[in-house]
């Protein structure tokens, strides 16, 4: 159990934060939903009732749609931009070794199966990650769109307004407001992190360089 937890502490620590994080939201979430309910003299919604509820299906997804996008748009971007400097950034007059695939004859004996096989398969793999990352932000953006209308649906009913479809809210300022909002910060974020690995250090991570490294070199290596 300890080599378990030493070899995927990272993962282990972070779902465990992210399920703690769900839950608070979740609970504040269905209290301030109901507390809403009450106010304007609506009925309240039980535990399992509010997870079918718009109010948190668009918050949910909205925050995840922003956080796929940002990752997947880092993968790529980082494929053929540079930051010299930047422990986020390949080196831009070095061939790193994740732009290169060896020979069939130079492979590990335990390379991953695609990679061995060639064709369609490693075209498919060798950008999988983008996929992946992209696949996810697709679902949560069609999700957010979806709880979003639920959502503005009834605060049109409440306020007798006419109801709209989930193509029809995607057109509403309202939903790109919601899209903006989080896609700004979380680009924020992420260049405030290529920009302050440049000048700034954090003994022990692989996400800054060596504490004595110059602030000229790029990578982490």
């Known amino acids: 159990m300890r080599e378990f937890f030493r070899n995927n502490g990272l993962s282990i620590v972070l779902f465990g934060l992210f399920f703690l994080s769900m839950v608070g939201q979740y ?3 269905y209290h ?3 507390d809403d309910q009450q106010t304007h003299g609506e009925p309240e919604v039980g535990y399992v009732e509010y997870l079918g509820e718009g109010h948190f299906i668009e918050a949910t997804f909205e925050n995840w749609e922003s956080e796929f996008l940002q990752m997947g748009m880092y993968v790529v971007l980082t494929i ?3 930051q010299k400097g930047s422990s986020e950034s390949k080196d831009p007059v070095r061939t790193e070794r994740g732009d290169v695939i060896p020979e069939k004859s130079l492979l590990a004996e335990d390379a991953p199966a695609p990679v061995k ?7 498919l793999y060798q950008n999988s990650l983008s996929i992946a990352l992209f696949t996810l932000f697709f679902i949560s953006f069609v999700l957010h769109a979806y709880g979003g209308a639920k959502e503005y649906n009834e605060e049109q009913s409440a306020h007798g307004q006419p109801t709209v479809s989930t193509v029809e809210f995607m057109k509403t300022s309202n939903f790109w407001f919601q899209s903006f909002q989080n896609w700004q910060s979380e680009f924020l974020s992420i260049g405030a992190m290529v920009l302050l690995s440049v000048y700034l250090r954090q003994k022990g ?3 800054s ?13």
Do not use: Q
Request: proline content about 9%; overall charge negative; charged content about 20%.
């Open 117 to 123: 096989r060639g064709g369609l398969y490693l075209k």
């Open 80 to 82: 053929f931009l540079f």
């Open 209 to 221: 360089k060596p504490v004595d490294a110059p602030h000229s070199e790029t990578g982490t290596s």
């Open 32 to 34: 301030e939903y109901n």
């Open 27 to 29: 609970l504040t979430g």
């Open 205 to 207: 991570s692989p996400e």
